[in-house]
């Protein structure tokens, strides 16, 4: 940085994080997924920088926080005694709050493009903290997003994989916080034959039945992130965003016959519009329409295969 006055330079500094502190502030404006994405990033700054690394989280994911990254100091506050502080919620290319426009970068490197480092911070190790919640297999399940329009639109189509992991002998918990839902003529509600764990439970409860499930079936969510983090298989139902937007899972399930990936197209605005290219037409948000069932069920049974996964039905 370099101020000059009538041609004359009055100030010169060279960014030099090295032994200083820094705040990195994970706004409460951020998404839960969003937060959770760019967590990793805090441990990897300071070891990468040789600085002291506080950062400034929403309180419901403190806890969780400190389990991953017990070393990584946080405060309560954000103040304006350190070297530099990074504002990590994910702007749509406002710069210069951001380098590059989300919608170009996958969502778990954008930390890294505001901090300057190209790596992909390794995942930490979630240690439980609760016993089983009970003792037969089971899976979680979240059919709820930050708006339905988020949501798998098929007719009946999680009551149809609910049906077929119950056959399998596995219980089934739909693990959201709301158990209805409904936005802009949209609703999505707990599947009838699926265990109502619904509730606004501790982050921490939810990563521990995370943590001891055999896998999870969800959406581009903060709880498919949640399961990311404690390294439960992920099946992802999503068409609304590229299929290296979110985390790397071999069992993310779209339809890519039809329209697609539109958050991920700066030419419209996904987050302001229903369905931004077919709105108000009989092709409106096809992309979360027209994921069958079958494809979802497919993607589960490559996932017990891959995984070596025993059916309950089977033991």
């Not at 967590?39 to 690394?53: E, G, I, M, Q, T």
């Not at 779209?254 to 290219?277: I, Y």
Request: proline share 7%; with cysteine.
């Amino acid at each position: 940085m370099e101020i000059f006055s009538d041609c004359a330079k009055i100030f010169g500094h060279e960014f030099n994080p090295a032994g200083q502190k820094i705040l990195l502030v994970y706004d409460k404006r951020g998404g839960f997924g969003d937060t959770l994405a760019n967590l990793p990033y805090a441990a990897a700054f300071a070891k990468n920088f040789s600085c002291r690394v506080k950062i400034f989280l929403p309180e419901y994911l403190r806890d969780f926080a400190a389990n991953l990254y017990p070393a990584t100091e946080q405060t309560d506050s954000v103040t304006l005694d350190s070297y530099a502080t990074f504002f990590l919620s994910m702007y749509g290319g406002i710069f210069p709050f951001c380098s590059v426009d989300f919608r170009h970068e996958q969502l778990e490197r954008m930390a890294g493009k505001v901090l300057g480092m190209e790596i992909l911070p390794p995942k930490a190790t979630f240690a439980p903290t609760e016993p089983r919640i009970c003792s037969e297999p089971y899976v979680c399940i979240g059919v709820q997003a930050s708006k339905p329009t988020k949501g798998w639109l098929w007719p009946r189509g999680w009551e149809i994989v609910v049906g077929y992991l119950k056959s399998l002998g596995y219980r089934v918990f739909c693990i959201d916080r709301e158990n209805f839902q409904c936005v802009d003529n949209y609703a999505a509600k707990i599947p009838p034959n699926a265990e109502d764990f619904t509730g606004d439970f501790p982050i921490m409860h939810r990563a521990n039945m995370l943590h001891r499930a055999e896998f999870f079936v969800g959406l581009s969510s903060g709880l498919a992130w949640l399961a990311n983090a404690v390294n439960c298989p992920v099946v992802m139902i999503c068409g609304f965003s590229r299929d290296w937007f979110e985390f790397y899972t071999p069992y993310r399930v779209s339809n890519r016959l039809t329209c697609n990936g539109c958050l991920n197209d700066v030419r419209v605005n996904f987050l302001q519009d229903v369905c931004p290219r077919h709105k108000g037409t009989p092709r409106e948000l096809e992309c979360q329409k027209k994921i069958s069932p079958r494809q979802v069920i497919d993607a589960i049974e490559r996932l017990i295969l891959d995984r070596n996964l025993t059916p309950p039905i089977l033991r």
